[in-house]
C-alpha cells in the first residue's frame, strides 16, 4: 500500500512559523507531483501550494510569499515552510500526491491531515 504521513502541525502564534512534512511511503513506482491542501470545517478542501517531480511549483494566492514548498533530492518527501502565519491559515492540512503505484494506475493519495491552529 501507499501512504502519506504528515507531521509538523500545532499552535503558532500570528506572525510564527511552522514547517510541515509530508513522507511519501510505499509501493511507489513514480510520483508525478505533491502539494498541500488545507479545509475549515464547513468549507471545501483547497490547494495551498504543489511542486511536481521537475520542481515546479504553485501557490494559492493567500499563501504566496510566504508559504514555500520543497522537496529533497529523493523526492518523496515534501515540505511546507510557512512563515508570517495568519489567523486564517488556521486549518487542517492534508499532504496529496498523485503517482503510479505498484498497479502501474495512476492515482490520487491523501494523508491523514495535521491541524494548524494560529491564535494568540
Known amino acids: 500500500q501507499v501512504q502519506l504521513v504528515e507531521s509538523g502541525g500545532g499552535l503558532v502564534q500570528p506572525g510564527g512559523s511552522l514547517r510541515l512534512s509530508c513522507a511519501a511511503s510505499?509501493?511507489?513506482?513514480?510520483?508525478?507531483?505533491m502539494g498541500w491542501y488545507r479545509q475549515v470545517p464547513g468549507n471545501q478542501r483547497e490547494l495551498v501550494a504543489r511542486?511536481?517531480?521537475?520542481?515546479?511549483?504553485n501557490y494559492a494566492d493567500s499563501v504566496r510569499g510566504r508559504f514555500t514548498i520543497s522537496r529533497t533530492n529523493a523526492k518523496n518527501t515534501v515540505y511546507l515552510q510557512m512563515n508570517s502565519l495568519k489567523p486564517e491559515d488556521t486549518a487542517v492540512y492534508y499532504c496529496n500526491a498523485v503517482l503510479t503505484n505498484s498497479f502501474y494506475r495512476t492515482q490520487e493519495y491523501w494523508g491523514q491531515g495535521t491541524q494548524v491552529t494560529v491564535s494568540s
Open positions: 511542486i511536481t517531480s521537475g520542481g515546479s511549483t
Open positions: 510505499g509501493s511507489i513506482v513514480s510520483i508525478n507531483y
